[in-house]
């Protein structure tokens, strides 16, 4: 693929032809296809079918969630000396990078079907990216066609050359001779090229997390926006906006789809001087035990034009089967964020959070269903990031484990955590929000012991007195060790569940041990950031 930039004046699928060096083959290539026609060609793909809701089902093959081992960026002049290199980054040659692009180009070239998907990142026209999206599924491309922002009929016809290029040739596998390869998928993203290439595998949340990546270098360095792995809603009445945070599995998407409030959005958003806007134009929600009772919204969006992933059905029927995990338990929908009647359209608040709201999943059960954060607390945890890593969400866990993601987003920081904590404090500040730690996970005991998951309505309840006021006005007392505010009484929520050392079943020795265990982890964590650490904020972690 040459990297040769297209110009207005040539149209993207010539331009798709030029870079694959297509010559005179017979290729047809789609561009910004319909639901309808991506259907049409997506039913041909193995094991692809209609639900009786009228969404598409689709496969993901092998990997059925992301692949943070395989993520690589280009180490190149222009972005190494920004990058947080390590673990979570790992260095790509150029020269590797160049094979992979060909290799990937070589796959692409070979298919009889190709799909451009020409869309935006980012909602406010002042910071917007241009994405083009270039894969050999159809089910691919009405995916990215779901979580792109889609152009209007002028805008698309106007949209020029653009701002970074996604090649996805996943069903193809990385050569494992190829110098820093470990396996036979990779993510690699270029931040020279403005590009990305994926081999070896095709969930297609790789495409939408590669974004949100680019997004979380190109808001801070180049307009110092701060991106957030948040969910976003705002208030119909005070217009009061609410963000949330947290990984994978632990409500984002749940929570932040409020019939009272406007949806803003469920993932990923950025902060910037003029209020919070959405990146994405639509949602990404597991499903796994879905139920319309529980989350109505979600449940109706799944209808055509939406995108179920690796979900079990009834052969006959084609209704899907919510609590089948046979095939993973990170089964999902994309569905366009319309589909959500209370969205907001468009995806962005001309006004700054009220509330911060940072959201955990603990297994351990030691962590209350919610406690009220000072200054220091917010931001030991948003950079502590931790939570039980939800079965599923990558590949190898089967069962709820403790970890600890930076900025409740470490796996798609392009920069170091401390560059996002201090942008978020400094804006908290500024704008006098109240933050909150609101823990989905178990209560009663530790997911080992047999503890419950806080059921959702209470957590629902919580947030209602957290919008409208009620519970910052109540009477908190303070947990040991974690030093955390509780609140002694929520409006519709049981007073022995909110204190964890009060509702623990099995015991106050099993409890502290617990608490302690837990306190171990959260400390041993943080060591690696108290070299650029204030005092104030190192002292606002667990006292063992």
Not at 29 to 40: D, K, S, V
Not at 319 to 346: F, G, L, M, Q
Request: with cysteine.
């Amino acid at each position: 693929m040459s990297p040769t930039k297209t110009r207005n004046h040539v149209s993207a699928k010539d331009h798709i032809r030029q870079e694959l060096a297509l010559g005179e083959e017979v290729v047809t290539i789609r561009r910004n296809a319909p639901a309808a026609l991506l259907y049409e060609d997506a039913l041909k793909e193995n094991k692809t079918t209609i639900a009786s809701s009228g969404a598409l089902i689709a496969f993901s093959g092998s990997k059925t969630g992301r692949s943070p081992k395989d993520k690589r960026i280009v180490d190149e002049p222009t972005s190494t000396h920004n990058i947080w290199w390590g673990p979570v980054n790992k260095k790509c040659s150029e020269k590797t990078w160049l094979v992979n692009r060909e290799r990937a180009a070589d796959y692409l070239r070979t298919r009889d079907h190709l799909y451009i998907v020409d869309a935006y990142a980012g909602w406010d026209p002042r910071y917007r990216i241009k994405i083009r999206v270039v894969c050999a599924r159809a089910y691919h491309a009405l995916f990215m066609t779901n979580m792109l922002i889609r152009p209007t009929k002028e805008e698309l016809e106007n949209f020029g050359e653009p701002d970074f290029t996604v090649w996805n040739a996943g069903q193809f596998p990385a050569n494992t001779h190829t110098d820093g390869m470990t396996s036979k998928t990779t993510v690699e993203i270029n931040f020279q090229k403005m590009e990305m290439v994926i081999l070896g595998t095709e969930y297609a949340g790789e495409m939408k997390k590669g974004i949100f990546t680019v997004m979380f270098y190109l808001m801070p360095v180049n307009h110092n926006v701060l991106t957030l792995h948040s969910s976003a809603n705002q208030g119909i009445r005070d217009q009061d906006v609410t963000l949330f945070f947290g990984l994978s599995g632990t409500g984002k998407t749940t929570l932040s789809a409020d019939p009272a409030r406007k949806l803003i959005g469920d993932d990923e958003h950025c902060w910037s001087d003029h209020g919070v806007f959405n990146i994405e134009g639509g949602c990404y929600a597991k499903c796994i035990g879905l139920t319309e009772a529980k989350e109505p919204e979600i449940f109706n969006a799944i209808k055509f034009g939406s995108v179920l992933e690796n979900v079990a059905y009834d052969p006959l029927t084609r209704v899907v089967d919510y609590e089948d995990c046979e095939i993973t338990e990170n089964t999902r929908c994309a569905y366009p964020i319309e589909y959500i009647p209370s969205a907001k359209i468009p995806c962005l608040a001309n006004s700054h959070p009220k509330n911060i709201v940072l959201l955990t999943c603990d297994a351990s059960g030691v962590l209350p269903p919610v406690s009220k954060l000072t200054p220091a607390q917010v931001m030991y945890h948003f950079i502590s990031g931790y939570t039980s890593k939800v079965a599923g969400t990558e590949e190898g866990v089967t069962e709820p484990e403790a970890t600890f993601s930076s900025c409740f987003g470490q796996p798609f920081l392009a920069l170091h955590p401390l560059k996002y904590a201090t942008m978020l404090a400094e804006k908290m500040s500024q704008h006098r929000a109240n933050a909150w730690l609101i823990n989905t996970g178990w209560t009663g005991a530790s997911f080992v012991d047999g503890g419950n998951r806080c059921p959702l309505k209470y957590t629902r309840a919580i947030l209602d007195a957290v919008h409208d006021g009620s519970l910052a006005q109540e009477d908190f007392e303070t947990l040991p060790t974690f030093r955390l505010h509780v609140p002694r009484h929520v409006n519709n929520v049981p007073e022995h569940i909110l204190n964890p050392a009060k509702n623990w079943f099995e015991g106050e020795t099993k409890y502290k041990h617990r608490v302690g265990a837990l306190a171990k982890l959260f400390t041993e964590n943080f060591k690696k950031y108290q070299d650029r650490a204030s005092a104030d904020v190192i002292s606002a972690g667990p006292v063992l």
